[in-house]
């Protein structure tokens, strides 16, 4: 099957500047997540969807990050406007569970590498 | 909030021997999972473990769970270069949601 997809996969952005990232996740999968790693640092929960609702955005910073998933399928993250401490890899990982999502492994994308200047 | 927490943080060792790496964590859990991350890519699932089993394998890969310690541990017998990577404990904060400790960065020298 094929794997989840995310694009791009680098992006170089200038401080106050927006950029957004794509997330393609396994077919059928219900559950889909964003999360934010630092360099260093383990992956951080950004925002977990269950089909095109939201589950869990408690650790997503609403006044300049913002995410959708229509239709249940692809995803999208932005930021408007990015900030230094926004640099970081963003990954989108997809799970065929819902409720019990984690049960089941989690499939991760190659992830998105963006760096603020 | 980070649950998992593993140990050691850096770990080199020669090919062929054998790798150890630990995890504990603060709450009940009913799985833990441990996943590898390559350099610059994403996150691979490798086992998953749950809270009514003591240990599990899976081809060189030999984890075990010690819920009374909350603890884990990973073995990775007769490592390969190819092993080197960041490798991260995972455990449910509920049902759905898992949330990742800061891992370790395992290097295999030829």
């Known amino acids: 099957e094929a794997g989840v997809a995310q694009s791009p996969r680098y992006k170089i952005i200038e401080k106050r500047q927006s950029v957004a990232f794509w997330c393609n996740p396994i077919?059928?999968?219900?559950?889909l997540y964003w999360y934010q790693q630092i360099l260093g640092q383990g992956p951080k929960l950004l925002i977990q969807?269950?089909?095109?609702?939201?589950?869990?955005d408690s650790q997503l910073p609403k006044d300049r990050f913002s995410a959708e998933r229509l239709k249940g399928v692809d995803s999208t993250l932005k930021i408007q406007p990015a900030k230094l401490e926004d640099s970081a890899v963003y990954l989108c990982?997809?799970?065929?569970?819902?409720?019990?999502?984690?049960?089941?492994?989690?499939?991760f994308g190659s992830g998105t590498r963006l760096t603020v200047v | 909030s980070q649950q998992g927490e593993e140990d050691p943080q850096a770990l080199s060792i020669q090919e062929g021997e054998n790798a150890t790496m630990n995890c504990s964590y603060k709450t009940s859990i009913n799985n833990l999972q441990w996943y590898r991350q390559n350099s610059g890519r994403g996150l691979v699932h490798l086992i998953l473990?749950?809270?009514?089993?003591r240990e599990k394998h899976s081809g060189r890969l030999r984890v075990t769970l010690d819920t009374s310690k909350k603890s884990s541990s990973l073995l990775i017998t007769a490592s390969r270069a190819a092993d080197t990577a960041s490798y991260f404990c995972a455990t449910p904060i509920q049902l759905s949601k898992l949330t990742f400790g800061k891992g370790i960065t395992l290097s295999v020298r030829p």
């Open positions: 077919s059928g999968h219900a559950t």
């Open positions: 969807f269950q089909n095109n609702g939201v589950v869990d």
């Open positions: 990982a997809s799970s065929p569970g819902g409720q019990g999502a984690s049960f089941y492994g989690y499939t």
């Open positions: 473990i749950r809270s009514n089993e």
